[in-house]
């Protein structure tokens, strides 16, 4: 089993930055894809970005260039590094892991990012 624990989100002024963290207890399974993703009240859940096991990145068009995903392998943790934060940023933000064998998607509890203009 994975468990994810996400930390970091608040309130801030637009133009602020945020730094959110994941920390995945996975008893041995080896994760693969790890990703962030975000819901807006009233909206689906949508990604912000993803980091493959080889490092490579995607962003939602959005967010590009304004934020950054990490990922340490050895310490089984994810961030987002958010900068230049815009009132449509405002949402719950979940770190998203694929791990296993066969792979399975794990998600943490949410965390909450409010960005007021």
């Known amino acids: 089993q994975v468990q994810l624990v996400e930390s970091g989100g608040g309130s801030v002024q637009a133009g602020a930055s945020l730094r959110l963290s994941c920390v995945a207890s996975?008893?041995?399974?080896?994760?693969?894809?790890m990703g962030w993703y975000r819901q807006a009240p009233g909206k689906l859940r949508e990604v912000v970005a993803t980091?493959?096991?080889?490092?490579?990145?995607n962003y939602h068009g959005s967010v590009r260039g304004r934020f950054t995903i990490t990922r340490d392998n050895e310490k089984n943790t994810l961030s987002l590094q958010m900068n230049s934060l815009r009132s449509e940023d405002t949402a719950v933000y979940y770190c998203?892991?694929?791990?296993?064998?066969?792979?399975?998607?794990?998600w943490g509890q949410g965390t909450q990012v409010t960005v007021s203009s």
């Open positions: 998203n892991v694929l791990a296993g064998n066969p792979p399975r998607g794990y």
């Open positions: 996975t008893d041995g399974v080896a994760i693969h894809n």
């Open positions: 980091i493959m096991s080889d490092g490579n990145t």
